[in-house]
């Protein structure tokens, strides 16, 4: 008989995160992050790489709530880089076709990160994947907007809801351009075990 996956605390406002675990078989609690929480980016600090910035933004997620009570806790952080450039969450429509305007017909990287604690112990990692857009017509882009709801998206884009009209292709893990590196979770949490997907 295998193993009961263990049941996490996610510090996250991301639905997608919550889904991704339960599809590999975790028992999930959610609590929102502290809105007012400062997050670091790219253009703040040039000693700032994109895994420093998502590492440290999921270590301060973790940071803003309590978590007494719970065993595992994971809090995760995503953003989109291009030449140097980071493209978090849009602001707003505008800004969202702006970024895929930027991102169409070139290839960028999607960081996602993780921090993991349990009782004293934590651990903080990524992964990183690139993805390759098509070359996108303007009204290509207003469509996919149209349908696809962003403004909550790194990069103003879903990979899993819509991903085929935009992208040509990746390389890497899906789950992290989902915005979630699950495959360095598992084995983190239970290197020896192999959880049912």
């Keep these: 008989m295998k193993p009961k996956a263990p049941s996490i605390l996610l510090v996250s406002q991301s639905p997608r995160r919550r889904e991704i675990l339960e599809t590999f078989g975790f ?8 809105a007012s929480i400062p997050e670091v980016n790219l253009g703040e600090n040039k000693m700032n ?6 590492c440290e933004n999921a270590k301060r997620k973790a940071g803003s709530v309590s978590t007494a009570g719970h065993d595992w806790v994971l809090s995760s952080d995503t953003i989109v880089v291009l030449n140097g450039k980071q493209y978090g969450k849009p602001r707003n ?11 169409s017909g070139k290839t960028h990287q999607v960081f996602s990160s993780y921090y993991l604690r349990r009782k004293s112990q934590s651990w ?5 994947s690139h993805v390759t857009f098509k070359k996108l017509s303007r009204s290509q882009i207003l469509d996919y907007l149209k349908q696809v709801e962003v ?10 809801n819509g991903g085929e009209r935009i992208i040509a292709g990746f390389q ?6 989902m915005g979630l ?17």
Excluded: C, H
């Design 124 to 128: 903080t990692g990524y992964d990183v």
């Design 151 to 160: 403004m909550d998206k790194a990069g103003a884009y879903a990979i899993q």
């Design 181 to 197: 590196p699950i495959e360095k979770i598992i084995a983190r949490i239970t290197p020896k075990k192999i959880i049912r997907q």
């Design 49 to 54: 790489t994109p895994e420093k910035v998502v």
């Design 172 to 177: 890497g893990s899906f789950y992290t351009i």
């Design 27 to 34: 028992r999930v609690q959610v609590q929102n992050p502290r």
């Design 93 to 103: 429509k505008k800004e969202a076709l702006l970024f895929l305007s930027e991102l």
